[in-house]
Structures are given as C-alpha cells and as structure tokens.
C-alpha cells in the first residue's frame, strides 16, 4: 500500500472555495502515474460515497451533486492530486479522503480531512 497524506480541509462559508490535496508520499512517479485516483466523502451517519474519480487513462467522472463545483486534477511531478471545490454548500459537510488503487486492485486510503460549510 501507498501512504496518502491529505490536506487543505477547515471550516468555509456557504458559497466559498476550498482545495484538498493528497500526496503519495514515498511512491514512484511510474506508480504514481498508474493510479486510479479517486476522492471519496463520509458525512455524519451516512455511508461513505464516491465523489469524483480519475483513472490511470485520465477519465474523469464526478458524482452528480458535486458536477460543475468540483474539479479532481493531478501533479505528476509532486505526485499529488488535486480536489478544488466551489460553491460549497452546507450539505458538501464530511470528512473527506482520497484514494489510489493499483494494478493490481490494491486500494490505499488517506486518513480523510474534515471540511465543514457553515455560517
């Protein structure tokens, strides 16, 4: 498995902007490259959903609550990926995580980070 170190979590404002990031610490960049990245989210007494993902071959999808807010993007040469988010709505409130799988169907988790949308 890849350590994953997440940042950028805190407490926005309806309608404000924040951007997580998720570094494979200690990964090759040609392991880095083949990832499957993804960011998931576990709001209070809820199950943990899928928000957006990228494949190795750089397909994007996002979850239809988060499309047009949320972009998931990467820098290769930081092995870091990305997670900017807009127009954050109270309902955006979870922990939030990021994930890599590898060829080999071998997922690694971050610890999450907490991003709360309140006035």
């Known amino acids: 498995q890849v350590q994953l170190e997440e940042s950028g979590g805190g407490l926005v404002q309806p309608g404000g902007s924040l951007r997580l990031s998720c570094k494979a610490a200690r990964s090759i960049l040609s392991t880095f490259i083949g990832f499957n990245k993804r960011w998931y989210r576990q709001a209070p007494g809820k199950q943990r959903e899928l928000v957006a993902e990228?494949?190795?071959?750089?397909?994007?999808t996002y979850d239809d609550s988060v499309k047009g807010r949320f972009t998931i993007s990467k820098d290769n040469t930081r092995k870091t990926i990305y997670l900017q988010m807009n127009s954050l709505k109270p309902e955006d409130t979870a922990v939030y995580y990021c994930?890599?799988?590898?060829?080999?169907?071998?997922?690694?988790w971050g610890r999450g980070t907490q991003v709360t949308v309140s006035s």
């Open positions: 990228m494949t190795n071959l750089g397909t994007i």
């Open positions: 994930s890599m799988e590898d060829d080999r169907n071998t997922i690694s």
